[in-house]
């Protein structure tokens, strides 16, 4: 199975100068667990903020998420794949780089997100598929 | 021997059996054909699934008098018999879906989605054909009944999103809201419909051990 099939089309973007409130807020109104920030300027890249960065280091320290900016606590720079790999070296990628989410990238552009669970859904679909070409 | 090899091997039972197949082919047909029609704006194909759905008729029919002749043991009927009509609801939403589409002008991001959503009901289809070659077989199927319920879920997402974004877009009049709404509504039914035969299929699994 490709990548294609199980990425998630649904990007939300987040700047880095906001605060991890804004992040959170955007999170829960939008039932996501990650954000991509936009690069401060055209030399800075794409990053990454996701719950577990907030949960980890923000809230489980008792810091205040409306003092931090998002870029505080931003993952960078971004594994990215294409959306013709398949999801065994996805799986390899993110074993590798201990990382949950990989961004999927086309000619420079962010076409989409994939996370471990869509990695695992892929997988369990592609073993269902097995044997019967569905 | 096992109770399915009992209770499906026979001539008639074999027969429904392929029957049941070739009613989910009607089904993937007609979801594949309506992707095609909403990917490619292409109105022509709409009437291709109408012809689907009454083919799908012909063979829902044939497998219930072929049934009330004698296939299977009385206590199986019940939940063979509700299969097969959730199969032919899902074909009848497909339909409607694909005859609300005829007036219908969708902007970009929303014939995507749909586009999408029409592609994993013909997905699940696919899956839901092969979890019924798995029942005449000896193979379990909870993995297909998983995959269809995570097929479900992706569903259900874009739905949401889409749901959400429709609710800002500006509608001229109650029709063109209502066709877009009632078109929204069948198309995201199938995939609920095609979970729930999944489930009458699990049912009629447990029931042959």
């Known amino acids: 199975m490709k990548v294609e099939e199980i990425m998630n089309k649904k990007i939300e973007y987040i700047e880095p100068e906001a605060t991890v409130y804004d992040a959170i807020e955007k999170m ?107 | 021997m096992v109770l399915k090899d009992l209770f499906l091997g026979g001539k008639k039972e074999l027969e429904v059996i392929d029957k049941m197949k070739k009613h989910m082919g009607f089904l993937c047909s007609a979801c594949t054909t309506l992707k095609a029609a909403i990917e490619n704006r292409d109105k022509e194909l709409i009437s291709s699934v109408s012809d689907l759905e009454r083919e799908g008729d012909i063979v829902r029919r044939e497998i219930f008098s072929n049934i009330y002749e004698g296939a299977f043991l009385p206590f199986l009927r019940p939940n063979i018999c509700r299969f097969v009509e959730i199969v032919d609801n899902a074909l009848d939403v497909t339909k409607d879906a694909a005859i609300e589409y005829t007036d219908l002008e969708l902007d970009e991001e929303t014939k995507d989605d749909c586009a999408r959503i029409a592609d994993i009901s013909a997905k699940m289809c696919e899956m839901l054909l092969a979890a019924i070659e798995t029942l005449s077989g000896r193979a379990d199927l909870r993995e297909k009944s998983l995959a269809i319920r995570i097929y479900e879920k992706r569903v259900d997402e874009i739905e949401f999103d889409l749901i959400k974004r429709l609710r800002t877009k500006e509608i001229k009049n109650f029709w063109e809201g209502k066709a877009l709404s009632d078109f929204i509504h069948d198309l995201t039914s199938i995939s609920d419909l095609i979970e729930d035969a999944s489930d009458y299929l699990q049912i009629i699994n447990i029931s042959l051990r």
């Open chain 1, 28 to 134: 829960v109104d939008k039932r996501i667990r990650s954000l991509l920030v936009n690069p401060k300027d055209e030399q800075d890249v794409y990053g990454l903020i996701t719950v577990r960065d907030i949960v980890f280091r923000i809230i489980n320290k008792n810091l205040n998420p409306r003092k931090i900016k998002v870029v505080e606590i931003t993952s960078k720079p971004l594994v990215c794949v294409a959306k013709d790999m398949s999801i065994e070296h996805v799986m390899a990628l993110m074993e590798k780089f201990n990382i949950a989410r990989v961004i999927v990238c086309e000619e420079s552009k962010v076409r989409g997100i994939v996370s471990i669970f869509d990695v695992m859904a892929g997988s369990l679909i592609e073993k269902a598929r097995e044997g019967h070409g569905a």
